[in-house]
């Protein structure tokens, strides 16, 4: 659960220096790059742990095809929330807020 | 972009193929300096947008209602398959709270399980091509706050020229700030989802 603080509170602080001006062109320039290098280094001992671990080198194919249908529902269900929210919950609020 | 993020996971494959399981803990230190350092940069790259508040503005209520949506939808959806496949309900919540978010949630999730980290990046990577797929098609039949969905995260940048060029200014300003807030809900929402343990 700390983590999860610690993850959110780095984003609102960078999110704050920023939007206060705090941080400086310099930096922003650069942000792209420094972004990608930590990425790609993230990504990189991701893919380490991956060819480390072999019972993940052998499910791959079982991964591939689960990640296939994990994908499709996600979209699917995403849409259809999305649908049935504008359908009723926004409907309710536009009514309310012609009446008020 | 997203062939150069996959060629770096699968060259990280093939050299740990080659590296004894002895030097596995030292990519736990790894994952955790990096993700902390990669989040204080995404804060600063979110908080340079001086426009960010009148675009919530015109987005009113359906600023909250379509990333409120896309989330649940996703993450439901994803433990109702989880159900199917045998996936605790925490770990397939997880993997459906990436949001196609593909890079991030996978690393996010490698220190809790590999397996489970390379499901979330495939599951993330099919959810953007299978966007780019359907918006504009959503867009035409289903409808244009609708056609944001698929995009998930990436409704702020990879998939955004594409639900502009099939909707309108609007609904661009929407996917813009539905992205924002998903993205912002992913370092939060997966390691939450996770440690909810199995059920």
């Known amino acids: 659960m700390s983590s999860i603080v610690l ?28 972004q990608l290098i930590c990425l790609f280094i ?9 060819g480390m671990d072999d019972r993940v080198i052998n499910a ?12 499709l529902v996600s979209v699917v269900f995403s849409v259809l929330m999305v649908w049935i929210l504008r359908k009723t919950l926004l409907k309710i609020l536009t009514k309310k807020a012609v009446r008020s | 972009m997203t062939l150069k993020i996959i060629g770096v996971v699968i060259l990280g494959v093939v050299i740990g193929l080659f590296i004894p399981e002895s030097y596995y803990g030292w ?3 790894m994952l955790n300096i990096g993700l902390c350092l990669l989040l204080f940069f995404v804060g600063i790259d979110i908080g340079k947008n001086k426009a960010l508040f009148q675009d919530i503005k015109k987005s009113g209520p359906l600023f909250i209602l379509v990333p409120m949506g896309v989330a649940a939808g996703s993450i439901l959806g994803s433990i109702l398959l ?20 593909y890079s991030l949630s996978a690393i996010i999730i490698a220190p809790y ?15 953007e091509i299978l966007a780019i797929m359907c918006i504009p098609f959503i867009a035409k039949h289903i409808g ?14 990879t998939t955004l020229p594409i639900v502009s060029k099939n909707t309108n200014a609007e609904t ?23 440690n909810l343990g199995a059920v």
Not at chain 1, 43 to 50: K, P, V
Not at chain 1, 60 to 71: E, I
Not at chain 2, 144 to 157: L, R, V
């Open chain 1, 7 to 34: 993850y959110l509170l780095l984003l609102i602080v960078g999110g704050f220096l920023s939007y206060r001006g705090v941080v400086s062109q310099k930096l922003f320039d650069k942000l792209e790059h420094i």
């Open chain 1, 42 to 50: 993230l990504l990189f001992t991701m893919g380490l742990r991956i």
């Open chain 1, 60 to 71: 791959f194919l079982k991964l591939g095809v689960h990640a296939t249908f994990f994908a």
């Open chain 2, 27 to 29: 990519t736990d230190y």
């Open chain 2, 82 to 101: 989880g159900f199917i496949l045998g996936y605790p309900a925490n770990e397939a919540g997880a993997i459906g709270a990436g949001f196609g978010w």
């Open chain 2, 113 to 127: 399980s590999s397996e489970l980290s390379v499901l979330s990046f495939l599951t993330n990577v099919i959810r």
């Open chain 2, 144 to 157: 244009f706050i609708e056609a944001i969905a698929p995009s998930g995260a990436t409704a702020m940048d």
């Open chain 2, 172 to 194: 661009a300003i929407l996917s813009f700030t539905t992205g924002l807030i998903l993205s912002m809900l992913v370092p939060v929402l997966v390691p939450f989802i996770l």
